[in-house]
């Protein structure tokens, strides 16, 4: 366990410091690299493939109201919300750190570029994702045994976008996370999803997102569901308002992937939006 906790936190390491080195020999070229796949950090809840610039911190706050199918009892949706505090810092122009509190878990993470997509020249856009999330969800007075590492989830996504076009882009992200704790016995530590995300620009500030995440070894017991998500990003001034409806209240990638409880077929799903402020 020790041994993958340490390959965990050093594999974004390794793996910019590979691409950075490689950079360094590649003879001068003017293959111009593909730009804005997204405006935004995210697409909803999957994370894009842009990165913050190097020296921009990012103050996110991220709210997803509580779930409208309980009508007027709940506010529609305006009781029991979930908020996260997010900063993102770029250590470099292909190298970000986050830190985020909410009320379901603490979250730290790196997103670093691995190969830019380039016009008339490599395909697609691919970056990396890992995070360590601390769930903040299970209680001792449930789980009298538990300890601080059963709280701990680890993610590590591959995030593939191709733009298309000046209005499309698409993503794929393909994503791995382990629980150290899990409530049904039936279900394995380990499990894998794969995420799919795009969007399309319909007007001079607007465009549509949506994305999507299916988990493929769910036990078949589990109340848990895939998240589904769909909103519309507003650019103003340089920067990015995300608003959405989702299935997933959870924020934090652990939270989403693995304990989305939401069902659009049922009316149970959840406004929200992010906001981001870069200084």
Known sequence: MKNFILLFFLFPLLTFSQTDLLSGVETPSAKEKVTSAFKALKIVNLESTKLAAKGDLYFVVAHRFGSIKDGFEG??????????????????????????????AYDFATKYMLFPQIKDG???????????????????????????????????????????????????????????????????NTQYAIGFGGRYKFAKRWSLNMDYAAHLNRAPNSLYKNPLSIGFDLETGGHVFQMHFTSSQAIDEAGYLGRTTGDWTKGDIFFGFNLARVF
């Open 122 to 188: 490599f395909p697609v856009t691919i970056a990396g994702f890992n995070s360590l999330s601390i769930n903040n969800t299970l209680k001792e007075s449930l789980y009298p045994k538990l300890q601080f590492k059963d709280r701990l989830t680890y993610v590590a996504q591959l995030l593939i976008s191709r733009k298309f076009s000046e209005k499309l882009s698409l993503e794929i992200v393909p994503s791995f996370f382990h629980q150290n704790f899990v409530e049904d016995v039936d279900q394995s």
């Open 75 to 104: 506010f529609y949706g305006l009781d029991n919300a979930n908020t996260q505090i997010k900063f993102i810092y770029g250590l470099t122009n292909g190298l970000n750190v986050s830190a985020a509190r909410s009320e379901f």
